[in-house]
DNA sequence: CAACGGAATATTGTTGACAATCGACAATCA
DNA sequence: TGATTGTCGATTGTCAACAATATTCCGTTG
């Protein structure tokens, strides 16, 4: 099947791809850096006009973001960035939990060698990062790590969850420790889940997978719970 | 003070709830009753006719629908209802046995007494329903109890899953034996769901919870066995 | 001075029309 | 005959304008 979208990746020449597109992606942009905060409404009009196009993409660009749990539509008062709690947080690190697990061991049973060797390659990339200081390297190493993970289990519905709920667990713009300390464990974790499909062992790799984000979510609410006491 | 609400109070003629509303709702039940076909596209100025409303409140409905998993958007092309494969309905199995478990537990947590006596008071309705062999009043039974274990749960993304999930299972309108055997089975089932979390036992809960939905997707698989076999 | 009511304003909901694009069919040519 | 291309109808994408609704602000009133 053969689209515009295909056509003009193949030839290089620069098809407009639809307006909704393009506005979608820059919300969710925009949302996700933190441009539009959270709790805050997307006023169709100024958008529209900042954008140089009509309302309607932006409507639809909106309802778009919606199907990820960006925004929240509210009948006529319009769409706002969503603001989950910390316990509707917690919820989603869970859910990842165990659609990661559902992936990972997946991956252990499905993957061929091709895909463990990057897999591979990438936690020593990540382990490399991680000795150079480079936090910022690290992270997205860290994002594409678990994209190909979510890729690579061959599943459609939990793959897109789980990149969804990527997202809207940055939401809460809470950044996680981030040390050298941290890194390092998280990564080791990494190689355990790695270790796993590599031998092809479903369930630990499941376990390991969901343990991975269940680690996250107790980091999480560490840092809460430092952030509470320090600040109260 | 006129205006239009007033007079449409005033002449019972209420219309205040957005039309994207009803059309979404119309369209969700066309889809899941089958009136329109897995893999048929939508023809939104058809649509717009049948419905009497302008095409902009379709095509916001079918975008809707597109959160819940019902319909893919293919750009210059239309929305289809989606027609997930035998592979992708058996990943929606497993990924709602695994909220359906996480709901299980929060519910054995969190549940107070009168919430788990009208799960206790659903389940002997059911099996009521069963003796009396009312298979249609089982099935709405057996609907509200999911139903209302997801709502008890107190949850907010892993909710919207757990029935957006069940919505879109039903894409592949395979019915279940739904002989009195796989009745009572699945009863016995609810049964020790909801004494798991009459004890406030979340483990438990969250095993039997979570079993409970893969022992469908085992009957689903068998069906399919069955009905290759017999066709083959 | 605070609470209330109501107009003025801003924003969303809906509509119909126009432009861009796609799929199908027919006309053309090797 | 078979493939290619041009054209046509149908459908989606986008727009600007209108209607309905929510929000803001200000004057009134107790």
Known sequence: ????????????????????????????RMILDGEVPAG????????????????????????SLERDGLVTTVTNQGVFVRKPSVEQTLELYEL??????????????????????????????????????????????????HDQIAQAAGTHRATELYVALGKEVRLLRLRSPDGV???????????????AIEIGDAETA??????????????LLELLDRTDTTQT
Chains 1, 2 share one sequence.
């Open 1 to 28: 099947m053969l689209n515009a979208a295909n056509m003009c990746e193949a030839t290089g020449f620069r098809r407009q791809r639809p307006l909704v597109l393009e506005v979608r992606d820059e919300l969710e």
């Open 181 to 195: 300390a941290a890194m390092r464990a998280s990564n080791a974790e990494h190689d355990r889940i790695v270790a």
């Open 96 to 145: 990842r939990a165990m659609i990661a697990g559902l992936l990972c061991g997946r991956v252990a049973q499905t993957s061929d060698d091709e895909t463990r060797t990057t897999l591979r390659a990438r936690v020593t990339q990540m382990a490399d990062a991680i000795e150079a200081g480079d936090q910022e390297d690290y992270a997205a190493q860290n994002t594409a790590f």
């Open 206 to 219: 499941r376990l390991e997978g969901s343990q991975h984000h269940l680690n996250g979510k107790a980091r």
């Open 40 to 63: 805050a409404r997307l006023n169709e009009p100024s958008l529209a006009a900042q954008m140089g196009v009509s309302r309607a993409p932006v409507r639809e660009a909106a309802r």
